[in-house]
């Protein structure tokens, strides 16, 4: 029986090639997309799951209460893991972690040893108790004692190729010298911990007392997190119940008020964008829903193509019913044929998703190996894939065509299905273009949401600006060193700051005003710039005055600064005192309002500082398009630093940065809705067949009287003119309500319009007239007396 239905397949190919082949090739696509959007799912699904006890992994994230605002955050003050070790019952390991995102390191002090970067973090001892981090040589307990180092293979290859560094010396930001104590397995790409060498965090204790201290509970920065692991059995909100307490225990009765802790469990690190997760969960689920939906569209592309052919297999299906097959029988022999061309289209999806792997990983700067795990699953996914997509694509054909009857089957009468299974095949194309044009809608709101976020007026200049990194540095070479690149051609300005207006890299504080002894109930983004800053990212002051040289007792403030505090104008804080970051300060100016974090955000109140102390980075104008002077400036960088190692940014692409997940959603959804056209337009190839076998006596008779082949064009043409204006009337509230809903999470976004809408529907018509016009073009202009005569 097999054997038999196996024969009948490929003669039913061979014998309908360009039906196999668009078949094939629509079905293959929607499994190459659908594979590939597998991957990237699983991809950041898989992101430390691999950790022994990873459901008892957490995190301790905060939420401070200022201005009625609340403001969450995964940092949590330096105490809070000594604190839940001794106090609470729950606790089976806690440790503090302060990360860096790039550790200056070498192997002496001397000039000429060779300088690496390398992320990093200062760690407490019960960190290897929550992460499962191999260890390949060395012994544990580890990082006990100060000036320990543990490192990775990578760094230790490169430290000391060939050489067992265990014993050896690790100096990190040319000042502390570390005795490396053991090598770690190289970090995986699955894990949001990509440091690359840890060190005690006892050590981090001496360099900053003020800031580790058992008694600061009230400043938070985003490097320094607690990680947790509870007992068996312990729940999370019974943790966040107790962690209630210890906000009332450690903290003044005003100031329980404004901090909340609660734990985040491990597996949502990587999701929970209000702690800085790099992946929302949203995007996943929409990239889902997309493969979803383009396989379907598949399947429909099948469906259509399937029932436009069967006409042409009714005299088979007579024969076979008259030598006493049943219904059933046809049924299955149809939905093993499709099995067959899906199983065909299962390969070839399967190769084009591994050939384009590569080109993945590429495009969205993802790390996907296709290794024996991701392969077995994979073959788990492609076999459901298989059965669903057969069971969708062949059931509703087979069906049709098991139930014609074999007396008019054998006499030819069957010409074809019924209007209802017509008017089936109608609601399936629009299905098809709702899903087409709700995608373009929402590929043009987003491209054009990241055009006006990346070029949108952020109240400062950002173009040809190279931001240079000085941490470590000393401020008597940085003035030097801006003096040296001041010389260099093509350099028109340079400035000393903590760093640009926008950045993520951003620090708060409460503030008090005009000597009251009660802080704001709001805080302040705290930043600090030399007397070319303004002049520097062109940011204008309305109020004062901008800082003179060495200017240490002075600070501007923003317009949102001078709204909060309700005065009347900027005029009116000028000469007041203000309390920040500890230091009293003088306003001496008012500048206009700036946008200090992405577009995501409101604008801060603002303070700017002078305090060369906190200079680490230096800004560079330099002559559009004078690459040369780069190269300049990394040599006058050398030569002032010459123990550094040149790190910089240009600004443009820093804040490009910060919408990287937006960039790659548009990517996706671009190539997707391109796809999805194409099938969509394959599918039409199906839709026009049938009809123009199902109007071939129509069309022979409008010809004999007089009509032209643009008339009879036309009437095809205007078919599918009303199905693609209903599927536009079905997508664009979908497409108007989902896109709104996301541009809710911008405070600063584009506005929907009309053009929003249009252009999508006019793209979808030109592309679906012209494929019809195409496709039918041979039906209309066939000999009328050819058509009349088979009828």
């Known amino acids: 029986m097999i054997s038999n239905y196996l024969r009948i397949v490929w003669r039913n190919m061979q014998r309908n090639r ?196 058992d008694s600061n509970w009230n400043t938070l920065s985003t490097s320094m997190q607690c990680y947790l692991k509870v007992k068996p059995g312990v729940k999370a909100g019974e943790v966040d119940d107790q962690l209630k307490g210890l906000v009332n225990k450690y903290y003044s009765k005003e100031d329980a008020k404004l901090f909340h802790y609660f734990l985040q469990p491990l597996s949502e690190r990587h999701f929970d964008s209000r702690f800085n997760g790099v992946m929302d969960k949203r995007y996943l689920r929409g990239l889902a829903l997309i493969g979803m939906l383009l396989i379907v569209t598949a399947c429909i592309n099948f469906v259509n193509l399937a029932t436009a052919q069967s006409i042409r297999r009714s005299k088979e299906v007579g024969v076979r019913k008259a030598l006493g097959g049943t219904q059933w029988q046809m049924l299955w022999q149809f939905l093993f044929e499709t099995s067959g061309i899906v199983a065909m289209a299962l390969a070839v999806g399967c190769v084009g998703a591994i050939l384009s792997v590569p080109y993945l990983n590429s495009l969205f700067n993802v790390k996907i190996n296709i290794n024996i795990n991701l392969a077995l699953t994979l073959a788990g996914f492609a076999l459901g894939l298989f059965v669903v997509t057969s069971l969708l694509a062949g059931f509703y054909p087979g069906w049709l065509l098991s139930r014609f009857k074999p007396v008019e089957a054998l006499k030819g009468k069957v010409v074809a299905p019924g209007g209802r299974s017509f008017n089936i095949r109608r609601g399936l194309v629009v299905v098809q273009f709702v899903l087409v044009q709700f995608m373009i809608i929402s590929t043009v709101v987003i491209a054009r949401q990241m055009y006006y976020a990346i070029n949108a007026d952020l109240g400062f200049k950002k173009d040809n600006i190279l931001l240079m990194d000085l941490r470590g540095a000393e401020e008597s070479r940085n003035q030097t060193l801006k003096n040296q690149l001041m010389q260099v051609p093509g350099v028109t300005d340079v400035a000393l700051c903590y760093s640009a207006p926008l950045s993520d890299n951003n620090n708060y504080s409460d503030v008090k005003y005009d000597n009251n002894p009660v802080s704001e109930a709001w805080q302040v983004n705290t930043k600090n ?87 680490s980075n230096g800004a560079i104008k330099m002559q559009p398009g004078n690459l040369h002077a780069l190269d300049d400036i990394k040599k006058v960088y050398a030569a002032v630093y010459p123990e550094q190692l040149v790190d910089y940014v240009f600004l443009d692409d820093d804040i490009a940065q910060m919408y990287e997940v937006e960039s790659v959603m548009m990517k996706l959804i671009r190539i997707f809705a391109a796809i999805a056209i194409l099938i969509g337009c394959i599918g039409l190839l199906g839709l026009v067949s049938f009809l123009a076998v199902q109007k071939r006596k129509e069309i022979g008779v409008r010809r004999v009287l007089g009509a032209t082949v643009g008339s009879i064009l036309w009437l095809f043409g205007r078919e599918f003119a009303r199905l693609i204006l209903i599927a536009f009337i079905v997508a664009a509230p979908l497409a108007a309500l989902a896109m709104s809903k996301w541009l809710q999470g911008y405070a600063y976004s584009i506005h929907l319009g009309f053009r929003d809408f249009l252009l999508p529907a006019g793209i979808t018509a030109v592309i679906v007239l012209i494929t019809v016009w195409y496709t039918s073009y041979s039906a209309a202009s066939m000999n009328p007396v050819k058509s009349i005569r088979t009828e």
């Open 18 to 213: 360009m039906y196999t082949v668009i078949n094939i090739t629509g079905l293959a696509m929607g499994v190459t997309c659908a594979i590939l959007i597998f991957c990237l799912i699983n991809y950041h699904y898989s992101f430390d799951n691999y950790h022994p006890d990873k459901e008892r992994i957490y995190r301790v994230v905060s939420e401070t209460s200022f201005d009625n605002q609340l403001d969450p955050g995964p940092a949590a003050p330096t105490p809070m893991a000594g604190i839940l070790k001794s106090e609470f019952a729950f606790t089976d390991a806690a440790a503090m972690r302060s990360g860096r995102s790039a550790m200056l390191v070498t192997t002496s002090k001397a000039g000429d040893a060779s300088k690496f970067k390398f992320p990093g973090a200062y760690i407490q001892p019960d960190y290897f108790k929550i992460f499962d981090i191999p260890m390949l040589n060395g012994s544990r307990p580890v990082l006990t004692e100060p000036n320990t180092a543990l490192v990775t293979r990578k760094v230790a290859e490169q430290l000391y190729p060939g050489k067992d560094p265990v014993g050896k010396p690790l100096v990190v930001n040319n000042n502390v010298v570390y005795t490396i104590a053991g090598i770690l397995a190289d970090v995986p790409v699955n894990t949001d911990n990509q440091e690359q060498i840890y060190l005690p965090f006892e050590n981090l204790r001496k360099l900053s007392p003020g800031f580790i201290s």
């Open 529 to 615: 710039g030399d007397e070319h800053y303004l002049g520097m990212f062109g940011i204008k002051l309305v109020a004062g005055r901008n800082f003179y040289a060495n200017d240490t007792n002075s600070v501007m403030v923003n317009e949102m600064f001078v709204k909060k505090l309700r005065l009347k104008s900027p005029e009116a804080i000028l000469g007041k005192r203000i309390k920040m970051n500890g230091r009293f300060t003088e306003v001496v100016g008012v500048v206009k309002d700036f946008n200090n974090l992405s577009l995501h955000h409101e604008i801060d109140p603002i303070g700017i500082s002078y305090q060369p102390d906190n200079f």
